[in-house]
């Protein structure tokens, strides 16, 4: 039975109040549902109050990505986000030394049917992840245990401590990232935790959401329709003053402890 995680009140940006709940949220929970993002420009005028934007190759010059079904061309590794199939859970620009720490997704026009957005809190699948087997969070946070994206990816780790006590996740499920022999042993387990920690947010024009993609993980089910979204990515603004890596959530038999060190 997956468990009923609670979601942050929805925050109308449209409200300088609401606007300034966001950056509260992503600080608190390390992310934020909006609502009244209803233009191209209202997105970017939020996106511009958060973060200094970092360029995509897919994004117009504005800074904005158009996210919606490309056709074949979707196909291609690494495209399958401008297509219309279910997207696994993973970090935006996971193949990064350093992935944007902010993503802004904001829905144009709904699908006809799916589409729903999937977000998982990193925060609660460490934390679970530790509860149900230390040996598996060990091997997910061994340094050189994962590789993501190309020849010029990253190789590190799903969990990788920024700080001390403080951590990140990273991961891709597609046919760009690679595992070691140890890490892949708990693949399925790291899979189920994720899926009973899950999300989902409905989409509806205006609507979306604010993540620290370096503690949320992102996913999309697989739709019909003409689906469209708006995403902007990049780096907090330092007044969001959002610290580096996440802090594990308690641990509830102290097996946390040893992984967090
Ligand atoms: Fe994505």
């Known amino acids: 039975m997956p468990k009923v995680s609670?979601?942050?009140?929805?925050?109308?940006?449209?409200?300088?109040?609401?606007?300034?709940?966001?950056?509260?949220?992503?600080?608190?929970?390390?992310m934020a549902l909006v609502l009244g993002a209803d233009s191209r420009r209202a997105v970017l005028r939020l996106a511009e109050k958060l973060m200094a934007t970092r360029p995509h190759p897919d994004a117009d010059p504005d800074g904005a990505t158009v996210i919606h079904d490309i056709g074949a061309q979707a196909h291609t590794p690494g495209y399958a986000g401008?297509?219309?199939?279910?997207?696994?859970?993973?970090?935006?620009?996971?193949?990064?030394?350093y992935p944007p720490r902010l993503m802004l997704l904001?829905?144009?026009?709904?699908?006809?049917?799916?589409?729903?957005?999937?977000?998982?809190?990193?925060?609660?699948?460490?934390a679970d992840l530790a509860h149900r087997s230390p040996d598996a969070a060990h091997a997910l946070a061994a340094p050189r245990s994962a590789f993501f994206g190309r020849g010029d990816g990253h190789l590190g780790s799903v969990f990788a401590r920024v700080n001390p006590g403080h951590w990140a996740i990273r991961l891709r499920q597609d046919e760009l990232a690679r595992f070691s022999p140890a890490?892949?042993?708990?693949?399925?387990?790291?899979?189920?935790?994720?899926?009973?920690?899950t999300v989902t947010v409905e989409t509806s024009p205006?609507?979306?959401?604010?993540?620290?993609?370096h503690r949320w993980l992102h996913a999309r089910a697989a739709f019909t329709g003409d689906r469209t979204m708006l995403r902007v990515l990049g780096d907090p603004l330092p007044r969001l003053a959002l610290r580096a890596g996440f802090t594990p959530a308690v641990p509830r038999d102290g097996a946390l402890?040893?992984?967090?060190?």
Not at 7 to 15: E, F, G, H, S, T
Not at 183 to 197: K, P
């Open 206 to 213: 205006g609507c979306g959401y604010v993540i620290d993609n």
């Open 82 to 97: 401008l297509g219309a199939g279910e997207l696994l859970h993973h970090t935006e620009r996971s193949q990064l030394p």
């Open 183 to 197: 890490a892949h042993l708990h693949l399925a387990l790291l899979r189920e935790v994720i899926e009973e920690n």
């Open 257 to 261: 402890a040893t992984v967090a060190g």
């Open 106 to 126: 904001v829905c144009v026009t709904p699908a006809t049917s799916g589409g729903e957005c999937r977000l998982v809190d990193g925060r609660a699948v460490l």
């Open 6 to 30: 609670t979601l942050p009140d929805v925050l109308d940006v449209r409200d300088p109040q609401g606007v300034a709940g966001v950056g509260r949220e992503v600080r608190e929970h390390g």
